[in-house]
């Protein structure tokens, strides 16, 4: 088979925060949302086949690591084509990438590359931050030291991005740079029978390191210990002086970050920093949102009442206006504040800040029962618990990754802030707390402090109960600060908009159209009969025309399917102060927790002749006594903790189960959190009741 006729293999390699996986979208024309966090690209992605002429290429990138001595799951994850020479995918060329204004470091992992005998190629990318920092690289001269083909980009400024392109489509070369000779394993490898001609020596030596079970007791293990702290020292070494020969740096021109990192990392301010950050941005999320969260609700009322003036009545214009136009009108409204906090999120994650946060929360975490790196999955879980709870791979003591899933669903998610934002919005109160907090941005971030705080908690309990066997540090490079890419934080926010709208929205639409008809429809001739009824007490002119459609909206909710089913949970949910109509939108929303909007707005749409704005029909709808609202203080606050504690995530259950391969975990996991969150509604709705 001629070359021509073959996919050539192309990893790109490096450390987190090299601007690889930038690269890799680049080439690929694949979007995904990068991140200056180690753990974010938790498997190998691949790009379809790229052809150029008769030549075909396959893109690799890997998850980013420090080193091929692997140490969590990401990393044997990324290490499994370097080191295993029967990979179905073994690399044909592997380009290095590496953030040229941090050389130093991220060299190590290119020696060790270098050893494993691939053809490989070198780019020194980020290159933009390197010139702000003074620093030169004799390009020339490396290629020279190194035996391989080295060029300089910037991802973020389009610097030299061609040849990039270029660079993929060619042969790499075998670096003649040796910077460590590995001890001879043949004694090692015939004591455990194994076949060492499969490997050269480092990939021997790799894959002791990789696979401690092979180190036959503590004695061997300290040994392979000791030479991995040796070999680092060696390479460093070699290192070092081939930067004496590449690498000059200006001293005058010191980059900013180490000043600003004095405030932000305090030990004090640091954490004030942040507090006052969140606020802020919780604050402007409804200020800069009410605007076009009202026009999207004008806009959808006025469709609605042009629909019922034009359409004849009967089941179809119901469904239309009650079922979809109220459901589609849940989805839309909160698109703005989901805009906006994304908006935020992206400026300080692209700015290097959230790095910061990262690094500032590690000793916090260490004495709630968790390793450090938990910090990243807990982060991550603000925008959604899934990919939060994959990226506690990253974490090599599995007890420490336990604890870490089973508690990163309490941080509250992207999902659960159109039932905040909806919530708070109908609250009947007025005025500042504290005399100085606007109470809609105070109320939002206490929802998202309350899930961080209980995750700790939690994470405490659960330490326990799960001893931790050993420590594994945290260790984090910390990103340059830089002015967050206007492309960057619009692609972010057009990324989650869209999620939000076809991922929640087809859910919401599937479940508005089935409630609806719950709704709609009951057993038996009960409907028909009240409906009968206020129709002769319409036509007797014992109650009025807008009377006629109240009770008519109250009694078909009730008398229907849904209403039937909700009556009989009641009696579960009435402590904590819920009614039936509650009651059916908890469940609907086990699939999604923004279905709940959407349900809410079916439910109160049933039996209405016209278009119901949600937010205005909650807000207006009374007690029994018709004197007080029937969302009052009390029943919202319970609605939100019990949303922001609850597992209301069907999807979440599942990929717990895909990562701990058990259910045991899910199961407690569903138990503990709904009985947390049962418990503290109920005290909630019982102190402010």
Same mark, same amino acid.
């Given at each position: 088979?001629?070359?021509?006729?073959?996919?050539?293999?192309?990893?790109?390699?490096?450390?987190?925060?090299?601007?690889?996986?930038?690269?890799?979208?680049?080439?690929?024309?694949?979007?995904?949302?990068?991140?200056?966090?180690?753990?974010?690209?938790?498997?190998?992605?691949?790009s379809?086949?790229?052809?150029?002429?008769?030549?075909?290429?396959?893109?690799?990138?890997?998850?980013?690591?420090?080193?091929?001595?692997?140490?969590?799951?990401?990393?044997?994850?990324?290490?499994?084509?370097?080191?295993?020479?029967?990979?179905?995918?073994?690399?044909?060329h592997?380009?290095?990438?590496?953030?040229?204004?941090?050389?130093?470091?991220?060299?190590?992992?290119?020696?060790?590359?270098?050893?494993?005998?691939?053809?490989?190629?070198?780019?020194?990318?980020?290159?933009?931050?390197?010139?702000?920092?003074?620093?030169?690289?004799?390009?020339?001269?490396?290629?020279?030291?190194?035996?391989?083909?080295?060029?300089?980009?910037?991802?973020?400024?389009?610097?030299?991005?061609?040849?990039?392109?270029?660079?993929?489509?060619?042969?790499?070369?075998?670096?003649?740079?040796?910077s460590?000779?590995?001890?001879?394993?043949?004694?090692?490898?015939?004591?455990?029978?194994?076949?060492?001609?499969?490997?050269?020596?480092?990939?021997?030596?790799?894959?002791?390191?990789?696979?401690?079970?092979?180190?036959?007791?503590?004695?061997?293990?300290?040994?392979?210990?000791?030479?991995?702290?040796?070999?680092?020292?060696?390479?460093?070494k070699?290192?070092?002086?081939?930067?004496?020969?590449?690498?000059?740096?200006?001293?005058?021109?010191?980059? /900013?970050?180490? *000043?600003? =990192? &004095?405030l932000? !990392?305090h030990? %004090?301010?640091?954490?004030?920093?942040?507090?006052?950050? +969140?606020?802020?941005?919780?604050?402007?999320?409804?200020?800069?949102?009410?605007?076009?969260?009202?026009?999207?609700?004008?806009?959808?009322?006025?469709?609605?009442?042009?629909?019922?003036?034009?359409?004849?009545?009967?089941?179809?214009?119901?469904?239309?206006?009650?079922?979809?136009?109220?459901?589609?009108?849940?989805?839309?409204?909160?698109?703005?504040?989901?805009?906006?906090l994304?908006?935020?999120?992206?400026?300080?994650?692209?700015?290097?800040?959230?790095?910061?946060?990262?690094?500032?929360?590690?000793?916090?975490?260490?004495?709630?029962?968790?390793?450090?790196?938990?910090?990243?999955?807990?982060?991550?879980?603000?925008?959604?618990?899934?990919?939060?709870?994959?990226?506690?791979?990253? /974490?090599?003591? *599995?007890? =420490? &990754?336990?604890? !870490?899933?089973? %508690?990163?669903?309490?941080?509250?998610?992207?999902?659960? +802030?159109?039932?905040?934002?909806?919530?708070?919005?109908?609250?009947?109160?007025?005025?500042k707390?504290?005399?100085?907090?606007?109470?809609?941005?105070?109320?939002?971030?206490?929802?998202?402090?309350?899930?961080?705080?209980?995750?700790?908690?939690?994470?405490?309990?659960?330490?326990?109960?799960?001893?931790?066997?050993?420590?594994?540090?945290?260790?984090?490079?910390?990103?340059?600060?830089?002015?967050?890419?206007?492309?960057?934080?619009?692609?972010?926010?057009?990324?989650?908009?869209?999620?939000?709208?076809?991922?929640?929205?087809?859910?919401?639409f599937?479940?508005?159209?089935?409630?609806?008809?719950?709704?709609?429809?009951?057993?038996?001739?009960k409907?028909n009969?009240?409906?009968?009824? /206020?129709?002769n *007490?319409?036509?007797?002119?014992?109650?009025?025309?807008?009377?006629?459609?109240?009770?008519?909206?109250?009694?078909?909710?009730?008398?229907?399917?849904?209403?039937?089913?909700?009556?009989?949970?009641?009696?579960?949910?009435?402590?904590?102060?819920?009614?039936?109509?509650?009651?059916?939108?908890?469940?609907?929303?086990?699939?999604?927790?923004?279905?709940?909007?959407?349900?809410?707005?079916?439910?109160?749409?049933?039996?209405?002749?016209?278009?119901?704005?949600?937010?205005?029909?909650?807000?207006?709808?009374?007690?029994?006594?018709?004197?007080?609202?029937?969302?009052?203080i009390?029943?919202?606050?319970?609605?939100?903790?019990?949303?922001?504690?609850?597992?209301?995530?069907?999807?979440?259950?599942?990929?717990?189960?895909?990562?701990?391969?058990?259910?045991?975990?899910?199961?407690?996991?569903f138990?503990?959190?709904?009985?947390?969150?049962?418990?503290?509604?109920?005290?909630?709705?019982?102190?402010?009741?």
């Open positions: 088979m001629s070359r021509n006729d073959t996919i050539r293999r192309v990893y790109l390699v490096g450390n987190p925060n090299s601007g690889k996986s930038t690269l890799f979208n680049i080439i690929s024309g694949i979007k995904q949302k990068t991140s200056n966090v180690p753990g974010t690209t938790i498997e190998i992605r691949k379809n086949v790229i052809k150029r002429g008769d030549e075909k290429i396959q893109i690799f990138d890997l998850p980013g690591l420090y080193s091929i001595n692997p140490t969590g799951e990401d990393e044997k994850i990324a290490c499994e084509p370097l080191l295993n020479p029967d990979h179905p995918d073994k690399p044909d592997i380009i290095l990438v590496v953030d040229a204004s941090n050389i130093r470091r991220h060299l190590l992992l290119c020696t060790q590359v270098f050893d494993l005998g691939f053809p490989v190629s070198l780019v020194l990318n980020i290159s933009d931050i390197a010139d702000k920092k003074g620093i030169q690289i004799d390009v020339e001269r490396l290629e020279k030291e190194l035996g391989i083909k080295v060029i300089t980009t910037s991802a973020r400024t389009s610097k030299n991005l061609d040849q990039f392109k270029e660079l993929v489509f060619k042969d790499g070369f075998r670096s003649h740079f040796n460590y000779t590995p001890p001879s394993l043949k004694d090692f490898f015939e004591n455990h029978e194994l076949d060492l001609n499969k490997y050269n020596d480092y990939q021997a030596l790799q894959m002791v390191y990789k696979n401690t079970e092979l180190v036959g007791g503590k004695a061997h293990q300290k040994i392979f210990e000791d030479q991995r702290s040796m070999e680092v020292i060696i390479r460093y070699s290192i070092d002086k081939l930067l004496e020969k590449t690498f000059r740096k200006n001293d005058i021109n010191k980059h /900013i970050s180490k *000043k600003i =990192d &004095r932000v !990392t030990p %004090v301010w640091g954490y004030l920093i942040f507090l006052i950050i +969140l606020l802020a941005i919780f604050e402007t999320i409804f200020k800069l949102a009410e605007i076009p969260m009202d026009l999207i609700e004008a806009t959808f009322g006025s469709v609605g009442e042009w629909l019922s003036s034009q359409m004849p009545d009967g089941t179809f214009k119901s469904l239309l206006i009650n079922g979809v136009l109220a459901g589609l009108s849940g989805v839309f409204v909160f698109i703005p504040q989901i805009v906006i994304f908006a935020f999120l992206a400026i300080l994650e692209d700015s290097g800040y959230m790095a910061r946060v990262s690094f500032i929360l590690d000793k916090i975490m260490r004495k709630f029962g968790m390793n450090g790196r938990s910090v990243l999955p807990l982060i991550s879980g603000a925008a959604c618990a899934i990919p939060a709870i994959m990226s506690a791979r990253t /974490i090599d003591n *599995k007890k =420490d &990754r336990i604890i !870490t899933i089973m %508690v990163t669903p309490f941080i509250s998610c992207s999902a659960r +802030l159109p039932v905040y934002i909806l919530l708070i919005s109908i609250i009947p109160f007025e005025g707390i504290f005399g100085i907090f606007n109470h809609q941005g105070f109320l939002l971030m206490a929802m998202y402090m309350l899930g961080v705080i209980t995750s700790l908690v939690a994470g405490v309990v659960l330490s326990r109960f799960i001893k931790n066997t050993d420590y594994t540090g945290f260790y984090m490079e910390l990103p340059h600060y830089q002015v967050p890419r206007l492309k960057n934080i619009l692609l972010t926010c057009y990324s989650k908009a869209k999620s939000f709208v076809w991922e929640a929205g087809k859910i919401i599937l479940v508005s159209i089935i409630l609806w008809f719950l709704t709609s429809y009951g057993p038996g001739n409907m009969e009240i409906k009968s009824e /206020i129709s *007490k319409l036509h007797k002119k014992e109650i009025s025309r807008e009377e006629a459609k109240l009770l008519k909206a109250k009694h078909v909710q009730e008398y229907s399917y849904a209403g039937y089913f909700g009556k009989a949970i009641e009696p579960l949910i009435e402590p904590m102060g819920f009614d039936w109509r509650i009651g059916i939108s908890l469940i609907t929303s086990f699939i999604a927790r923004e279905v709940f909007v959407g349900s809410m707005a079916t439910i109160y749409g049933a039996g209405q002749d016209d278009f119901v704005n949600i937010r205005k029909k909650m807000k207006e709808d009374r007690d029994e006594s018709g004197m007080r609202p029937k969302f009052s009390a029943i919202c606050l319970s609605l939100m903790v019990f949303y922001a504690l609850a597992l209301q995530c069907a999807s979440t259950i599942a990929v717990v189960y895909k990562e701990t391969r058990t259910w045991k975990w899910p199961a407690l996991q138990i503990l959190m709904s009985l947390t969150a049962y418990i503290a509604s109920w005290i909630v709705f019982n102190i402010f009741r």
